[in-house]
Nanobody
Framework: QVQLVETGGGLVDSGGSLRLSCVASGNIASTYVMAWYRQTPANPREFVASITNIGGTKYADSVKGRFTISSDIPKDTTYLQMSSLNSEDTAVYFC??????????????WGKGTQVTVSS
């Protein structure tokens, strides 16, 4: 099992920056991809960014050049640095982990989310 706790959400002005953190605990050694997703009441959950355990990253087109995902392995923490925020970035942001069970099955875990609100 892997537990994920997100922090760092809040209210920010348009054009501002915010850094989200996701602290993982439990069977962390089994994780191989950490990611951020976001969701608004009107839209389904969407992919934002991901990072593999060897540092490979991917971004949604809507956040490329503005958001940066990174990991601090000793701290078991994944970050999402968000810059040039606009109202369309307003959402609940969720941390997500892909891991392998002891039997080699793919497992996925979600945090409870943190609210980001960008005021225009």
């Amino acid at each position: 099992q892997v537990q994920l706790v997100e922090t760092g959400g809040g209210l920010v002005d348009s054009g501002g920056s915010l850094r989200l953190s996701c602290v993982a605990s439990g069977n962390i050694a089994s994780t191989y991809v950490m990611a951020w997703y976001r969701q608004t009441p009107a839209n389904p959950r969407e992919f934002v960014a991901s990072i593999t355990n060897i540092g490979g990253t991917k971004y949604a087109d809507s956040v490329k050049g503005r958001f940066t995902i990174s990991s601090d392995i000793p701290k078991d923490t994944t970050y999402l640095q968000m810059s040039s925020l606009n109202s369309e970035d307003t959402a609940v942001y969720f941390c997500h982990a892909l891991a392998l069970s002891d039997y080699g099955y793919k497992m996925e875990y979600w945090g409870k989310g943190t609210q980001v609100t960008v005021s225009s």
